[in-house]
Nanobody, 121 residues
């Protein structure tokens, strides 16, 4: 059974940093892509980044380029999202998702429960 567990969310002031973690289990990590999505109240779920374990490469949404970085510890089956220079508009529930491909839409087969990130101005 695929399981994804996010952690690391919280409240931070604008300009601050947070690091989210997504611990994965139940599948062969190197065969999957792990994405971070976020959903703010009243808005659609949008992809923040997608890490392809096999190629060790990451794609980022334009709105986080230069501020957010995705990394992975393949030995721990864990993907991280380092968020710097946070803005109030980054406030959302952040989810990690897993599937064979880096879909741009939220059609991944497996999802974590989400972690709240709140950025105060």
């Amino acid at each position: 059974e695929v399981q994804l567990v996010e952690s690391g969310g919280g409240l931070v002031q604008a300009g601050g940093s947070l690091r989210l973690s997504c611990a994965a289990s139940g599948f062969t990590f190197d065969d999957y892509s792990i994405a971070w999505f976020r959903q703010a109240p009243g808005k659609e779920r949008e992809r923040v980044s997608c890490y392809q374990s096999g190629s060790r490469s990451t794609a980022y949404a334009d709105f986080v380029k230069g501020r957010f970085t995705t990394s992975a510890d393949n030995a721990k089956n864990t993907v991280y999202l380092q968020m710097n220079s946070l803005k109030p508009e980054d406030t959302a529930i952040y989810y990690c998702a897993a599937d064979r491909y880096c879909y741009t839409r939220p059609v991944f087969g497996s999802w974590g429960q989400g972690t709240q990130v709140t950025v105060s101005s």
